[in-house]
């Protein structure tokens, strides 16, 4: 198993940046793809950006792309979200998720496939 952590949400104004982090501990972390969801009230789960156990490919929801990068130091156990361009809509819990991948260019985009979750981190836009 592994147990994942978030830190760095916060309130921000609109245009502004976060980074969130996800610090796993447990299994080896580098045998995860890792994905960034997030829950606004009243709304489903969504995936904002997904990235491969090797970090070779990753995916991007539509409205993330271009403001929104994942990335991820297998030696320091640790997934990131650095969130640019902050907009009031993209208000909402962040939880960081993994799971065990057999091949090293896989990502995933649907929570259902995810084992792991984060307790998550709230991250709040003023406009």
């Known amino acids: 198993q592994v147990q994942l952590v978030e830190s760095g949400g916060g309130l921000v104004q609109a245009g502004g940046s976060l980074r969130l982090s996800c610090a796993a501990s447990g299994r080896t972390f580098s045998i995860y793809a890792m994905g960034w969801f997030r829950q606004a009230p009243g709304k489903e789960r969504e995936c904002v950006a997904a990235?491969?156990?090797?970090?070779?490919?990753?995916y991007y929801a539509g409205s993330m792309k271009g403001r929104f990068t994942i990335s991820r130091d297998n030696a320091k156990n640790t997934v990131y979200l650095q969130m640019n361009s902050l907009k009031p809509e993209d208000t909402a819990v962040y939880y960081c998720?993994?799971?065990?991948?057999?091949?090293?260019?896989?990502?995933?985009?649907?929570?259902?496939?995810?084992?792991?979750w984060g307790q998550g981190t709230q991250v709040t836009v003023s406009s």
């Open positions: 998720a993994a799971v065990d991948a057999y091949y090293g260019s896989s990502y995933y985009y649907r929570a259902t496939d995810y084992h792991y």
């Open positions: 990235i491969s156990r090797s970090a070779t490919n990753t």
